[in-house]
């Protein structure tokens, strides 16, 4: 059997959610002066404001779009690359929400060349120095999650008290993590834990910008988490996960309030998304 064949069945084989719960947050943090950060959220749209929450049912489709972008360059314009990045994803929503399983890939690497195509022009037309920003994307179909990233914007799974992380740091420190150069504990201090090695905003034009893809999983028994580093570089895996458990309203929020609590150095994005 094909990987094609076994996603198809995974899709046909997940049952239809009764409605889709997503809790939302953003906020500026306690030291930026603004919010660089973004969200799409298929039906509602997107825009992170300085400091926003929200929650929302979702149940008349059986596949929806979910996305968390952090815009880079500070005065470069980091907050126009990630609203491009969002209104690019809002462009292509309906593309990646019919798509066969088998091309999601490629619909997803078209959107993403689009966008840093934008970006970049945004860059040269602005003369900015650097700008661009990270994308972690959910394409939910039924139950049944595929995730996309670039940079260090992660998705996690939560489930039973548990969390797991999904996404690869697209980072100069998690090349040396990976090439045995830096231990964990090392990787996670180093100054090169925020030097991106993928984004949306490359000069990378001529060649086109892949996004990293994963293995599709349900999240029936538990909730995805799409997630800017402003929350993980405050808090633990074991904090996000005490502060997810319980009730799913307000979860985007207290996430938030927890990372501004361990000093809020960074904007702050979060999105839960869970069947229910």
Not at 154 to 183: C, F, P, W
Not at 211 to 221: C, M, R, V, W
């Amino acid at each position: 059997m094909s990987i094609s064949d076994i996603l198809g069945n995974l899709k046909k084989k997940a049952p239809k959610p009764q409605k889709i719960h997503i809790s939302y947050a953003s906020n500026k943090g306690s030291v930026r002066t603004r919010n660089e950060d973004d969200l799409y959220i298929d039906g509602l749209g997107s825009r992170a404001k300085e400091n926003m929450s929200g929650e929302r049912t979702l149940f008349s489709s059986d596949s929806y779009v979910f996305a968390v972008f952090d815009g880079m360059g500070g005065e470069q314009f980091g907050d126009e690359a990630a609203a491009i990045a969002a209104d690019t994803i809002a462009r292509h929503s309906a593309e990646l929400r019919e798509s066969p399983v088998e091309l999601l890939n490629d619909a997803v690497n078209e959107l993403t060349t689009e966008a840093n195509n934008r970006i970049t022009g945004m860059v040269y037309a602005k003369r900015a120095n650097m700008s661009g920003s990270t994308l972690v994307l959910a394409v939910l179909h039924n139950t049944v999650a595929y995730i996309f990233n670039l940079g260090d914007s992660r998705a996690y799974y939560y489930s039973g008290g548990n969390i797991r992380q999904i996404t690869y740091d697209h980072t100069v420190a998690n090349q040396k993590l990976r090439a045995k150069i830096l231990t964990e504990a090392e990787a996670k201090k180093s100054s090169d834990s925020h030097r991106l090695t993928s984004f949306l905003g490359v000069d990378d034009r001529w060649i086109g910008l892949k996004a990293q893809s994963y293995e599709p999983f349900d999240i029936s028994s538990g909730a995805l988490l799409l997630c800017t580093d402003g929350l993980f570089d405050m808090c633990t895996d074991e904090e996000i996960a005490v502060t997810m458990a319980g009730n799913e309203d307000g979860c985007a929020q207290r996430l938030v309030e927890k990372a501004l609590e361990k000093g809020g150095r960074d904007n702050i994005t979060c999105m839960v998304i869970k069947t229910v």
